[in-house]
């Protein structure tokens, strides 16, 4: 199964708002509310940002939202800040076979 | 807080075994899932697989032939062992916890190299 299609990069200015955005199917996005989206610094871990579509996890600030329409997940980052640069992937359960399938990643920069 | 550590070689040679621990603190490695997660240099992060900690374990179609996962709950530890690997199997490994639909925490990984 393909990765979820996220656009490779996408940028704002400091204080602007941001929206990335993470196409699937039926068969993941479109079929079940269990996206998640990761924070990846350059030489760092992913970190969690949000699940379930549109829940953050504490600490995560609320800049950062989630939502989704159809087969498509939207990550929006608003009021950005320097510190959001990094690269984020959206992730979703893709049933019982495949499980699990990754988007390809979007560059975020600040300008 | 729980945090993970990924050890293991960095070095591995073609058609052999690639063979990585997980070490789980500040938290029970029983009751849980655990899974393992890769980043070829540069690109996009993959699904290896997942286990419960009595066993049970799913993996990715693609992998699923070379990848078997195990744990060692008195040490909090849980592994991960792909055979016959291939240049294209270089990446950094990540393990990770999994509660249901999301993976959190991370560890800050181990990059493996498959060179002869």
């Known amino acids: 199964q393909s990765a979820l299609t996220q656009p490779r990069s996408v940028s704002g200015s400091p204080g602007q708002s941001v929206t990335i955005s993470c196409t699937g199917t039926?068969?993941?996005?479109?079929?079940?509310?269990?996206v998640s989206w990761y924070q990846q610094h350059p030489g760092k871990a992913p970190k969690l940002m949000i699940y379930d579509v549109s829940q953050r996890p504490s600490g995560v600030p609320d800049r950062f939202s989630g939502s989704k329409s159809g087969n498509t997940a939207s990550l929006t980052i608003s009021g950005l800040q320097a510190e959001d640069e990094a690269d984020y992937y959206c992730c979703s359960f893709a049933g019982r076979y495949t499980f699990v399938i990754f988007g390809g990643g979007t560059k975020l920069t600040v300008l | 807080q729980v945090q993970l550590q990924e050890s293991g070689p960095g070095l591995v040679k073609p058609s052999e075994t690639l063979s990585l621990t997980c070490t789980v603190s500040g938290g029970s490695i029983s009751g849980n899932y655990w899974s393992w997660i890769r980043q070829p240099p540069g690109k996009g992060l993959e699904w290896i697989g997942y286990f419960y900690y009595s066993g049970s374990t799913n993996y990715n179609p693609s992998l699923k032939s070379r990848v078997s996962m195990s744990v060692d709950t008195s040490k909090s530890q849980f592994s991960l062992k792909l055979t016959s690997v291939t240049a294209a199997d270089t990446a950094v490994y990540y393990c990770?916890?999994?509660?249901?639909?999301?993976?959190?925490?991370w560890g800050q990984g181990t990059l493996v190299t498959v060179s002869s």
């Open positions: 990770a916890g999994w509660t249901s639909s999301w993976f959190d925490p």
């Open positions: 039926s068969s993941d996005v479109g079929g079940y509310n269990y």
